[in-house]
C-alpha cells in the first residue's frame, strides 16, 4: 500500500497512542483502591449484619427489663393495698395474718425481682457496649472508604483526563492519514492488544522474526511501504530501497 514518509511517522505515533490508551485504562482497572473499598464493603456489611443481631438482643434484653419493671409496680401497688387493709383490720387477728401472709410472699418475690433486674440491666449494659463498639467499627470503616474513595477518584481522574487527551490527540493523528491508510491501521491494530506495526529487517518480520520466503518478500516489496506480514498479520513497514 502506498504512504508517504509522514503517514509512516504518524502510523507510529498512533501505534504509541494506542499503546499508551492500553496501559492506563488498565492502570485504571488495578487501581488499588478498587481492591481496598471492595474490601471494606464486604467488611461493612458484615458488621451491619452483626449490629443487627445485637439490636435484636438489645431490643429483647430492653423488653425483659421492661416486664420486671411493670411486675414490680404491680407488685408494689398490691403491697400498698394489703398494707392499708392490715391498718385498716384492726383487732381482726385472721384478716391480719392471712393478709401479712400475702404480703410476705410479694416481699419474697419483689426480693427475686431485684436480682432479676439487675440480671437484666448487666445484661443490657453489656449489649449497649458492644454497640457502642459496632458503631464506632462502622464508623471507622466509612471514613477509611471515603478516603479510599476520595484517593481513587483522584488517580483515576488524572489517568481518565490523560486516556482522553492522548485518544482527542489520536483523532488528530488519523486525520493526518489518507482514508485507505488510516483504514488499513484501524483494522490491523484491532487484532492486537500491543504492538500492531512491524518492519521488514533483513528478510524477516521484526516482531515474530519470521523470516519470509524470497519469493514472497519480492511480492512484498513490491507493496512497499506497508503490506501485512504473512505469519503474524501485523501491519509490515517496508522500506524503499
Known amino acids: ?26 492502570e485504571l482497572d488495578e487501581l488499588p483502591q478498587r481492591a481496598t473499598i471492595l474490601a471494606l464493603r464486604k467488611k461493612r456489611a458484615a458488621i451491619e449484619a452483626k449490629r443487627e443481631q445485637v439490636s435484636k438482643l438489645a431490643k429483647e434484653a430492653s423488653k425483659k427489663l421492661s416486664r420486671i419493671n411493670d411486675e414490680d409496680a404491680s407488685l408494689e401497688k398490691k403491697e400498698n393495698g394489703i398494707q392499708a387493709a392490715i391498718e385498716a383490720a384492726g383487732d381482726d387477728y385472721r384478716n391480719v395474718e392471712a393478709r401479712t401472709k400475702e404480703l410476705n410472699g410479694i416481699f419474697k418475690r419483689r426480693g427475686d425481682l431485684v436480682e432479676s433486674r439487675k440480671e437484666a440491666e448487666g445484661e443490657l449494659s453489656k449489649i449497649k457496649a458492644l454497640e457502642e463498639q459496632i458503631a464506632t467499627a462502622l464508623a471507622e470503616v466509612n471514613a477509611a472508604e471515603s478516603a479510599a474513595t476520595e484517593s481513587f477518584k483522584a488517580e483515576g481522574t488524572a489517568l481518565m483526563q490523560s486516556i482522553s487527551q492522548t485518544s482527542a490527540a489520536r483523532q488528530a493523528l488519523m486525520a493526518r492519514l489518507s482514508p485507505e491508510v488510516g483504514a488499513f491501521f484501524t483494522k490491523t491494530s484491532k487484532l492486537f492488544e500491543t504492538v500492531s506495526m512491524a518492519t521488514l529487517t533483513g528478510g524477516s518480520c521484526s516482531v515474530c522474526r519470521t523470516k519470509i520466503e524470497p519469493g514472497r518478500l519480492i511480492d512484498l516489496r513490491q507493496e512497499a511501504p506497508l503490506a501485512i506480514c504473512p505469519n503474524c498479520k501485523r501491519m509490515l513497514v517496508i522500506a524503499q530501497d
Not at 1 to 26: C, F, G
Open 1 to 26: 500500500m502506498q504512504a508517504t514518509s509522514e503517514e509512516i511517522e504518524v502510523l507510529y505515533e498512533l501505534q504509541q497512542a494506542d499503546l499508551d490508551v492500553k496501559r492506563m485504562s488498565k
